[in-house]
């Protein structure tokens, strides 16, 4: 099964940007796609694969937060 993540464009460097994924910054390819400081974009194996609208990023994040609290009953 593969997943992948919404993280938010901290700073870009070329076809590389740090992304922040809830406090964890980390480097993702930028070339599929046109993403600037600031958007949220969806990551798969380290390629940004989709630049998402705000409130989509942040419905998935809280999806993937219930699963993860599910799995490893954290609250």
């Known amino acids: 099964m593969c997943v992948a993540l919404p993280g938010l464009v901290y700073e870009i460097d070329g076809d590389t940007a740090l992304v922040d994924f809830k406090g964890n910054k980390l480097k993702v390819n930028l070339g599929l796609v046109d993403a600037k400081v600031g958007d949220y974009v969806l990551v798969h194996a380290g390629m940004a694969i989709e ?25």
Not at 53 to 72: F, N, P, T
């Open 51 to 75: 630049v998402m609208k705000k409130d989509g990023a942040q419905e998935l994040m809280d999806i993937l937060e219930e699963l993860e609290a599910e799995v490893y009953g954290r609250d």
